[in-house]
T-cell receptor, first 109, second 115 residues
Framework: GQSLEQPSEVTAVEGAIVQINCTYQTSGFYGLSWYQQHDGGAPTFLSYNALDGLEETGRFSSFLSRSDSYGYLLLQELQMKDSASYFCAVRDNTDKLIFGTGTRLQVFP | DTEVTQTPKHLVMGMTNKKSLKCEQHMGHRAMYWYKQKAKKPPELMFVYSYEKLSINESVPSRFSPECPNSSLLNLHLHALQPEDSALYLC??????????????FGPGTRLTVL
């Protein structure tokens, strides 16, 4: 079967750095995406890694290691507004986007 | 305009009712999706339309009936739903279904409650 595993919850304080891991096992792989979803809101696209290495977009960075079937989202200089759920996602060999189990990030003052 | 709109925001319906959810995008995207999301769970794909044709139906019960009248609109017709169908229904779109990156643009969702 297909699976994308993430920690269920992560907590941190404002200004800190947090890493959210994602390990995947899917039939086919074209790249790893990350989405953010605030309570009651829509998922919004954060980043995409097709190749190994680190992609940086402002305070957020995303890393991929295809040989390890592993990636992570790194959030720096945490702000209260970063409190949300974060999902990794993989497009499989039928082009469907498969979402990870989701990580709830709580940022405290 | 990078927005996907959905109506209604909230819907409460009985098990014998017929209702429809609507989704609209004006980004010129040729792929549109319906997802179902339960609380604290990831979105689950229901249907994919590519160039206004149904490409994927994830074995969704026939009480859910999708429709794509044109490239900007996507409907989900609901009939004889069960209480376990209560969830957030998300519409999404992307430039294409195959190829490219995985960027999908999601609407705010319709919170559906079935009594």
């Amino acid at each position: 079967g297909q699976s994308l595993e993430q920690p269920s919850e992560v907590t941190a304080v404002e200004g800190a750095i947090v890493q959210i891991n994602c390990t995947y096992q899917t039939s086919g792989f074209y790249g790893l995406s990350w989405y953010q979803q605030h309570d009651g809101g829509a998922p919004t696209f954060l980043s995409y890694n097709a190749l190994d290495g680190l992609e940086e977009t402002g305070r957020f960075s995303s890393f991929l290691s295809r040989s390890d079937s592993y990636g992570y989202l790194l959030l720096q200089e945490l702000q209260m507004k970063d409190s949300a759920s974060y999902f990794c996602a993989v497009r499989d060999n039928t082009d469907k986007l498969i979402f990870g189990t989701g990580t709830r990030l709580q940022v405290f003052p | 305009d990078t927005e996907v709109t959905q109506t209604p925001k909230h819907l409460v319906m009985g098990m014998t009712n017929k209702k429809s959810l609507k989704c609209e995008q004006h980004m010129g995207h040729r792929a549109m999706y319906w997802y179902k999301q339960k609380a604290k769970k990831p979105p689950e794909l229901m249907f994919v339309y590519s160039y206004e044709k149904l490409s994927i139906n994830e074995s969704v019960p026939s009480r859910f009936s999708p429709e794509c009248p044109n490239s900007s609109l996507l409907n989900l017709h609901l009939h004889a739903l069960q209480p376990e169908d209560s969830a957030l229904y998300l519409c999404a779109s992307s430039p294409t279904f195959t190829g490219g990156t995985d960027t999908q643009y999601f609407g705010p969702g319709t919170r559906l409650t079935v009594l």
